[in-house]
């Protein structure tokens, strides 16, 4: 490397932007590889067009990439870019808007021509005029460079042109200081069995880096320091693949298999992808018909000695609801996970909201209370799945977990547990087959007997109909009164089992946070920006929303404001107004869109400067 | 194993049909045929839906699961991909099985996952008093068509068929001894075997499958013959209505595949383990 | 008649009980009917068994049919009966407890045989010993007699007994001093093609009648002076009689066709079969293969110009929650009605309960608001789902009428409104086609322009995407978050059209009591019964629970106490508490049962005593 | 009437499916068709569940409703039955048709109600990225089925004409010709028409039907002839794929008799009057 200017940033943000053919993903993953080996904090959000493949070069095709990588503690993808790589004018205009003032725009100018000009409903081209002033523009004739680069390989100009991505992400890992060496590896692994490719794409990696080392194009290079860390083995992980490990690893301290019944939808239908291929493992994976079958072959194979599992989102979370109440009269274990996108209806599928927790709390006839939970970043699903797993086992309830798009896609570095130090779950069996009675429940828990199919001499009958304590079809007054505190009340017994969440700041004062779910990074940046401003609101993030925790009972009376945040329209609003009876306000967003730190700074300073 | 007897199988309930139902004659051959089925007691799994026949699983001391309407397809596949050492029947309706159950019926058949289905054919809603259902004749006067039912109905028969069951049959609730084979036979088949009951409902429906009463109006087939019917089989009114069994093939059952993947990968690269599980190619250790 | 004593009472409640073969809701029937046309107030209860036909004799098969009646306005069918006519041992059995202390029990005696006494779980004949002391206890033997007195006719035994409820029937009217007519007219009918058993039953009527006035088995026979009323023609009619009445006639004012799809489930199965005989009227009636088809036609057809609804019940209900959530995003007017039963799950299907109203308020993915109603009384559903068809019509928006098993099978007399009386309802099309744009819309009530198939130049396409004011499919971040405020927005515009709810009491005190529903009758009652005793409650009764009333804003602040009463674990009240911030209370019971009066009486003063 | 063109029919949304998608084929032979069916435009309503195939109505300029995912058949239903004028197209994927949806869908073919199914069968869910569907092949390899799928495929014209479909057909993407005779035919017949459409997904299932490129393995059907085939009909791999016209007959359409059934009792009991309405029989005067 030329000795050149070599600059300390402590955290940078740079957004990858381009139409959905242009491999976008793919350079934002292996940057996000290559940051994470080299010991950075770092969070990630894909940002995927609403369509498949929307007309290359309109602004409904631009896929999207964003990365924060820092030597701190980290814990959103960045409100704004530091650097914009944008492969297209589309892109350009679908992006620009969240790149900071004086930031760096790399543009591939050769993607600038008339035609995709218009489709970006550009009347000029704004590399050409003074419209990019606000920032620091490259234009990098990246088309064109890549095909000379190739030149000697054996491809078409259009097979060449595919390996543009690796272009641009040879320039970032220049102007990042990175080792190239992981993406090599990963390029000979991918494409072994196609040699002009992996050619192709090695060379075109290294063209970039050369590029950039060479033309002098950016006065600086950077370097991010490694993070400190608690020591021990990390991996860059997802929501959907930590719900999966949670699931796995949950059953397996159960001594049970873990059965998916689940039916493709967006964003859920990673969870049936990913645990499909852990066979091996013992995950038995069945695709339904749809979402109602996807739950109830897994209520049926709970019923028979698994755990079941489904996964699904919005619309299929809606068709589960007549299952989940049955879940909840026959007691048995369950775990539903809805990973929430934008609604109603079918609505913005490929966007984030968190606006199903009244339905997950209420979206059943009847009187049918379920234990939920949420996780609050992509990393924290490995924890959520199996404690609602170990919930759903040892209480014979139904467990609602609550993802989002928002978590589902986006990554961060995992350290890798120990295996060793995640708890055995104990799940019991009735013994006595002469005593046996269905809905006889152990003192604690209020859980019922268990006894499942091939248990010999425990023959009975469970289902819809209101039952008594032996599980005989009963019409009693008083059962039935009885039956649905008891559920409820089970529900309620969850509460001293699970560790209540953390009071970020005093017991007391003028303004308190309450949040739940993917909020956790926005906020906790914008605490610690505040912070810095010496403004500091307590905040209490919950993880549980059903039973809540014991604590919000304590503290929550103690705030002069309560300021509920939520990307809905003040759902657990009602819940804390309604349980606290205080006069909390909520702040809120449903743009499809997390939100900014900075939104969050601002909202808390106006509430607490008069 | 233990020797079993009819009475083994007699639940402490009291079965809740009303005198006369069809039902009640279905649920004694059931009773007689599990004992001579050579399957311990506490394997057997009863899976039905809601409806009259659905209250099925109550009358019987095995494992059952009464569960919610049209839906007992998913519970019994879930049951059976859990442990496949379980012998799972369904009963269900014609209501609960052909009309909001449809689609998880003919789901189930294509699959042939190795489930005995007792579809009870009383051409009407019972439970609910008295609408006609996806099997009532075209014209039926019920409480809903005051004015005659304007559909067609269903062969089930035909839509077991099509939809890939690889046993299918029919027989009626009063034929005992008739009733009694095919239910053995479908009993003991490996993959989705599909039986047809014509049931009286002798409340809403009574005399249905009178026509029936006369042997003419019959056409017993040969077991073990493969009849070859069009699609049209059994809706032509002039011919007499075949009962016995239309299909009986075997091939490779759902949940044996299921669980052949699941141990090919188990021997391919070993069981996992936890570690193994949460580690990962590209990890990296902190110091 | 014999000159005997006559008694004058102001109000009597009677109780049928028998096995479900026994005849007993067509006495009841008859009863009603009668008493309507002596012009008393009545209200009416049907108590059906949990089976269709449970074995003959056992508890399970009890029908029961309760009606009070009165020369004073009533509001529910009594607490306690007067009169108790048991059939068989398991009606004894099943009924006593309600009968009030010293009341009148009518025994069957010749069904106190020892294989009903033991189905009944009786070890003795109760009639024989002393157990029955605190009751005027009649043994008659009925059976007998109407065989006797049928000796005539050409019928088996068998079937002779058929006839035995009328010959009760006819002990009944003697001692309420009831003319046979009406009910000899209605046999005449009934039976004009079953010659002998027409005259078996008319035998048997009679046999009754002057078994008990010659008999002198009572010592008075009673008289229920006519109530007074306001001038005009009354009916008698149940709650789902009444809402297929008022779903008519809304069509018929808005000049639509009526459209129900729907799918058969107790207790809203009848709304298909009364709405399948008013074909003369252009009513269409679609029985789905499930629910989800059911409401997917209804809006269907609301699309395509009718006027669509769909009735259901809890496990129905649930399923329609997609389908609603379409409805919510495409803006299309739809009447949904789920008579609530006891739940969760299948739980007790002809049981009543008022657990789905969080559902109905939340029950859907993503934020999906939606308009709410409930009826108070059988007849009030006409002018409930009148006022829906009208709503969902003028603000194009889905619109949910919650019923339960207790409105749907109750009766009681109804005003027949003047037709002309009935509002006309406006139905708005758009008509500029060079204009159009389907998301546009009415400054008043914020509904969107209506286009229909058919209308030439209209073309225009909607669905479950989120849509900009054009109804272009659009994923923007500030439209979503525009349109979702939108369609909360449009609810809360119905507010100003509909009438707010009449506070009974006064504006400021101690304790008030909030409700809604069927709860209605047996609140009403208590009132009074507390103003007897000098207690005076305040009362607020809801009818649309969204959007909620202007007056509980102004009102409920004022009061020191707030007791929310509903036959579920306290829905209204969560909504209640996280509105208005008043740390109100629920009473509360889901027994399968409607209030008793004296229960909220007792409430209300142990409330106000300290 | 207007005389219509092509042009009239094309709405001002850019169709947004991948470059090469089948999908395109069909949309210019319905383009083509509709000015030829002498319907007036503001007549025709298309209606779809959800997947890249159901994205149809939006490219039209027509009436149109992209609804929930399989269930098109029960809106169309609604839309038939408020005005039976309106000629009604149902667009649905091999997974919005046939898993989700399979029920409506046989229950539509049941009642004979007047719309036209058009079910684009690319044998593979497209919009959500590619897991296979009902009418997979056997082993097919997918992001769901890493290992290998073990469901046996529907037949999706065996399944419409099992559920009573009056008109059945199949026809492929860029077949132009032969794709418009078949469209014809079903737009024109009177009840149920159901056309299968092989479709082309060349992103996530490209070459599903290139063996079908040689034209030994088609079996071209004669129009109008009535073919009879067994339960197993182009299930047999050796044999070519029929192509074509499976069924086309006429029988009374559902509208139609719910219609009448309505009409009849109006000229019965003549029109009924809001004032009879209310009243009752049993009603009685206070005065
Ligand atoms: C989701 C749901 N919809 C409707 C019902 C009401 N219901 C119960 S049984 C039944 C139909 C029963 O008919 P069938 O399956 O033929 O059984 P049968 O009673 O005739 O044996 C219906 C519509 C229900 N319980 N749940
Ligand atoms: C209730 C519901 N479940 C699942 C989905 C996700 N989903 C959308 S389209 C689709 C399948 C599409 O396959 P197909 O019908 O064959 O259409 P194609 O995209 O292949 O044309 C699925 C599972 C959804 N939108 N709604
Ligand atoms: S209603 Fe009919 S099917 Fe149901 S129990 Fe009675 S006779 Fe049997
Ligand atoms: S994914 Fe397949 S079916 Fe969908 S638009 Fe692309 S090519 Fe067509
Ligand atoms: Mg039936
Ligand atoms: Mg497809």
Redesign the interface.
């Given at each position: 490397m030329k000795s050149k200017d070599n600059k300390i940033l402590e955290r940078v943000t740079i957004r990858f932007a381009g139409d959905s053919g242009d491999g976008i993903q793919l350079s934002g993953q292996q940057f996000t590889n290559t940051t994470a080996l080299a010991g950075n904090d770092l969070s990630t959000l894909p940002d995927f067009p609403a369509e498949i493949r929307a007309p290359a070069g309109t602004l409904f095709g631009v896929s999207g990439f964003q990365i924060q990588f820092s030597s701190e503690d980290i814990y959103t993808p960045g409100d704004q870019a530091d650097v914009l790589i944008a492969f297209n004018p589309a892109a350009l205009k679908a992006s620009i808007g969240g790149l900071k003032h004086n930031g760096i725009l790399i543009a591939n100018s050769d993607a600038f021509k008339p035609r995709n000009l218009k489709l970006a409903g550009f009347d000029h081209n704004p590399l050409d005029n003074g419209d990019l002033k606000a920032y620091q523009v490259f234009s990098v004739p990246i088309t064109k460079l890549t095909r000379e680069a190739l030149q000697e390989i054996d491809l078409t100009s259009k097979e060449k042109d595919h390996s543009k991505n690796f272009f641009a992400l040879g320039i970032t890992y220049w102007m990042y200081s990175r080792s190239l060496q992981s993406t090599m590896q990963w390029i000979d692994k991918k494409f072994q069995f196609n040699e002009d490719i992996l050619e192709a794409n090695k060379l075109a990696l290294n063209a970039g880096y050369n590029y950039a080392l060479s033309t002098e194009l950016f006065a600086t290079a950077y370097t991010v320091h490694e993070v400190k860390r608690t020591p021990g083995k990390y991996r860059n992980i997802n929501g959907n693949e930590a719900l999966a490990l949670g699931l796995i690893a949950g059953a397996y301290k159960a001594d049970k298999s873990l059965f998916l019944g689940a039916y493709p939808i967006t964003p859920a239908s990673d969870m049936l992808h990913i645990l499909s291929r852990y066979k091996n493992y013992g995950v038995k994976t069945f695709q339904a018909e749809d979402e109602i079958a996807g739950i109830g072959a897994a209520l049926g194979a709970s019923f028979a000695g698994d755990i079941g599992v489904t996964a699904t989102s919005g619309p299929g979370f809606t068709l589960k609801s007549e299952f989940i109440d049955l879940a909840v009269i026959t007691e048995l274990p369950l775990v539903v996970i809805d990973i929430q996108r934008a609604g109603p209806s079918t609505g913005m599928p490929t966007k984030t909201e968190q606006s199903d927790l009244l339905q997950a709390l209420y979206g059943r006839h009847g009187e049918a209370p379920v234990a939920i939970v949420a996780p609050n970043s992509p990393a924290d699903c490995f924890n959520v799945a199996f404690g609602a797993i170990q919930t759903a086992l040892e209480f014979n309830v139904p467990v609602i977990i609550l993802s989002d798009g928002n978590i589902a896609n986006g990554s961060e570095p995992w350290l890798i547990p120990n295996t060793n130090q995640l708890p055995e779950i104990k799940v019991e069996y009735a013994t006595k087959p002469d005593e046996y009675k269905p809905y006889k429940r152990n003192k604690a828990t209020l859980a019922r007997q268990m006894a499942i199919p091939g248990m010999k001499g425990f023959e009975h009958r469970i289902g819809g109909l209101e039952k008594d304590e032996k599980g005989n079809v009963s019409y009693d007054a008083e059962n039935h009164d009885r039956m649905v505190e008891l559920r409820a009340e089970k529900i309620d017994r969850i509460r001293p089992f699970i560790k209540e969440p953390e009071l970020t700041g005093l017991k007391k004062g003028e303004l308190i946070i309450v949040s739940w779910g993917s909020t956790y990074g926005p906020i906790y940046t914008a605490i610690e920006e505040l912070e810095n401003q010496n403004i500091k609101p307590s905040w209490l993030h919950l993880r549980w929303l059903n039973p809540m925790p014991q604590i919000l009972d304590k503290v929550i009376k103690n705030f002069k404001k309560v300021l509920v945040i939520e990307n809905n329209k003040g759902q657990l609003l009602r819940i804390i107004r309604s349980e606290y009876l205080v006069d909390a306000k909520g702040f809120n967003k449903v743009t499809g869109l997390p939100f900014k730190s900075i939104e969050i700074v601002q909202i808390v300073k106006t509430l607490t400067e008069n | 194993m233990d020797i079993l007897t009819k009475k083994d199988f007699e639940?402490d309930?009291?079965?809740?049909?009303?005198?006369g139902c069809g039902d009640f004659a279905i649920l004694a051959q059931i009773k007689k045929l599990l004992p001579d089925l050579d399957i311990?007691?506490?394997?057997?799994?009863f899976?039905s839906g809601?409806g009259?026949s659905s209250r099925f699983?109550?009358y019987l001391?095995?494992?059952?699961?009464?569960?919610?309407?049209?839906?007992a397809?998913?519970?019994?596949?879930?049951?059976?991909?859990?442990?496949p050492?379980?012998k799972v029947f369904i009963v269900t309706g014609d209501g609960d099985g052909l009309?909001?159950?449809?689609?998880?019926l003919?789901?189930l058949c294509?699959?042939?996952i190795d489930v005995t289905v007792l579809l009870f054919n009383n051409k009407i809603?019972?439970?609910?008093?008295g609408?006609?259902s996806?099997t009532s004749e075209k014209g039926k006067i019920t409480?809903?068509?005051?004015?005659?039912s304007?559909?067609?109905?269903?062969?089930p028969v035909?839509?077991a068929?099509?939809?890939?069951a690889t046993f299918v049959a029919r027989s009626i609730d009063r034929e005992q001894k008739h009733l009694y084979e095919i239910l053995k036979r479908a009993a003991e088949h490996k993959g989705t075997s599909f039986v047809e009951i014509y049931q009286n409902c002798n409340?809403f429906n009574d005399g249905a499958f009178e026509s029936l009463n006369n042997p003419d109006n019959i056409l017993y087939m040969q077991h073990g013959e493969n009849y070859?019917f069009?699609?049209n089989m059994s809706d032509i009114p002039e011919l007499p209505t075949p009962i016995g069994i239309f299909r009986d093939t075997k091939?490779?059952v759902?949940d044996e595949?299921?669980h052949k993947?699941?141990n090919?990968?188990?021997e391919?690269?070993?069981?996992?383990s936890?570690?193994e599980?949460?580690?990962?190619e590209?990890?990296?250790?902190?110091?």
């Open positions: - | 639940s309930q009291e079965p809740r049909w009303c005198p311990p007691k506490e394997n057997f799994v899976v809601i009259c699983p109550y001391d095995t494992f059952g699961f009464h569960s919610i309407h049209g839906r397809p998913a519970i019994a596949t879930g049951i059976k991909l859990a442990n050492a379980l009309s909001i159950g449809g689609n998880h003919i789901h294509r699959r042939n809603y019972g439970l609910t008093k609408q006609y996806p409480k809903s068509t005051p004015y005659g304007i559909e067609n109905p269903f062969n035909l839509m068929l099509s939809a890939g409340i070859l069009g699609s091939i490779e759902y595949l299921f993947q699941i090919n990968s188990i391919k690269k070993g069981r996992g936890l570690h599980l949460l580690d990962s590209d990890a990296w250790l902190v110091k």
